[in-house]
């Protein structure tokens, strides 16, 4: 339910325009999987055939610039936790690393 209400939010959003693929769940397309505090979108990039990973694409918040990150999301998520530079502006916000609270 969460996911289609995000792909709904996201076909109307005004920076998705900037995007290199538009917003959805068929191959080539980003589908919204987080945003971090800072603003930034995090995206999967379905892959356009089975046998291709899938791609993680970050968006910068109220941007245009976006970076597609050539690894897969368990890569990503693993570098983002070890404090490695792979969202936009988290380095500024967050100079102690990352981290994480559990929702209700």
């Known amino acids: 339910m969460m996911v289609r209400r995000d792909l709904e939010l996201w076909r ?6 900037f995007l290199p693929a538009p917003v959805g769940s068929g191959p080539g397309e980003l589908m919204p999987v987080a945003t971090a505090t800072t603003g930034e ?3 999967l ?3 356009d055939d089975a046998s291709s990973p899938w791609r993680v694409v970050v968006q910068e918040f109220d941007s245009p610039a976006w970076t597609l990150y050539e690894m ?3 890569e990503w998520l693993l570098d983002y936790l070890r404090g490695r530079d792979v969202t936009l502006c988290s380095r500024d916000l967050a100079p102690d690393g ?7």
Do not use: K, Y
């Open 41 to 43: 979108a995090v995206f």
């Open 12 to 17: 109307e959003e005004d920076m998705a325009e």
């Open 98 to 104: 990352p981290s994480w609270e559990f929702l209700p």
């Open 45 to 47: 990039r379905v892959p």
């Open 72 to 74: 897969t999301f368990g």
